[in-house]
């Protein structure tokens, strides 16, 4: 039987309680749901070095790994020779021998790298010698798939820039669950949208929102907002940022999991007003796909990454990150955001969906688009 390597140099998060977390598993179902219609077995090697290296040799004394179309890989944002508890692999030559023994048979080999925060030192938290260390820890990671892996996989084409690896890149649909939306229509007036996120970090853009509604309710209230963000977060604002919430009838709340999924539902559109960057020009944010996969209609900045995917289907309105011109997009989005809705309807989950991530993995690594 034909069979697919799905490779994990770490441990499975039990609680996905965020995207970088979730990724995994929500890939491994969709390759479970792509195999089952093939016919083809996916085999999952994932967990600690050890138990990596023990399932790895089960398998080659049972054949398991004697006829293998493709190996997908992931990364983290740790190397993945430190992923074991504490960062000290038990056994740290594993990913070698694996690499080793897919190189030695032609198997072509994916992986996906999901961030490079470590390259710009406003992001990268370690100072001094440790940063030196990790940074070369880094580079010879980059150069360890350079050397065993066919293609590299991305969340954006505008990340590959800042990926040092002499191969192949290739973006990825970002990954989006199809649900069963019961919308609940609101009967007022107004817009109502939403901003699920950190408040905490300028960059992140809710003061930049707040600017926005400000001048697009001036005349009378047109749009209605509301904030889900983490409790401790909204604590330690300072008064006069809760004041200023207050004054311009924002409602916070602090939800998660299924009752976010029923609030998405009363919601007409979507915030994501982060300031352009060139880290935030090629990441594509968590919350984007969790909108549209709530046919939410998005107002997001101009940030290269989240800006093709919202503009090539009709997805929202992109606008710059500056107050006056959000305000545009605000009143642009309460005339027409059924018609993105129905964009989002229509193809959305075709072309982002978690099978269509895999289906387009496939497609790559059987070389049917090299």
């Known amino acids: 039987m034909k069979s697919v390597l799905l490779y994990y140099p770490f441990q499975i998060a039990e609680n996905a309680n965020s995207g970088s977390k979730l990724r995994p598993k929500e890939i491994y179902n969709a390759f479970l749901e792509w195999g089952s219609q093939r016919g083809i077995e996916i085999l999952l090697l994932s967990g600690s ?26 990364n983290q944002t740790i190397p993945l020779w430190l992923t074991d508890a504490n960062h000290i692999p038990k056994k740290p030559f594993v990913d070698l021998k694996v690499m080793k023994f897919l190189k030695q048979r032609n198997i072509p080999v994916g992986v996906f790298y999901r961030d490079v925060y470590w390259k710009f030192d406003e992001l990268y938290p370690l100072k001094g010698v440790k940063k030196h260390v990790m940074k070369t820890i880094y580079r010879l990671e980059e150069k360890f798939y350079e050397k065993y892996c066919h293609v590299i996989f991305l969340p954006s084409d505008a990340m590959g820039n800042f990926v040092e690896i002499n191969r192949k890149k290739v973006a990825l649909p970002p990954g989006g669950r199809k649900r069963e939306i019961v ?20 960059d992140y853009g809710l003061f930049l929102l707040l600017d926005a509604l400000e001048i697009v309710n001036k005349e009378g209230q047109v749009c209605d907002l509301t904030v889900v963000c983490r409790q401790d977060e909204y604590e330690k604002l300072p008064d006069n940022k809760k004041e200023r919430l207050k004054n311009l009838k924002v409602t916070v709340k602090h939800l998660s999991g299924e009752a976010l999924n029923q609030l998405y539902q009363e919601m007409d559109f979507a915030f994501i007003p982060r300031f352009k960057s060139t880290y935030n020009d090629f990441s594509v944010p968590v919350k984007l ?20 995917i919202i503009n090539r289907d009709g997805y929202g309105v992109i606008c710059k990150d500056d107050p006056n011109s959000m305000a545009e997009a605000i009143a642009t989005m309460i005339n027409n955001a059924e018609l993105y809705r129905e964009n989002i309807k229509k193809t959305f989950i075709e072309k982002h969906s978690w099978v269509a991530r895999v289906e387009r993995v496939a497609s790559v690594l059987l070389k049917e688009e090299i």
């Open 183 to 202: 919308r609940n229509n609101s009967s007022g007036q107004t817009g109502k949208g939403i901003y699920v996120g950190g408040i905490n970090n300028e």
């Open 49 to 74: 070095s050890e138990d990596r290296e023990n399932q790895f040799e089960r398998w080659k004394k049972q054949g398991k790994l004697d006829d293998l179309l493709f190996c997908y890989m992931e």
């Open 289 to 308: 796909v969790e909108y549209l996969s709530n046919e939410l209609p998005v107002i997001a900045t101009n940030c290269s990454a989240q800006e093709e």
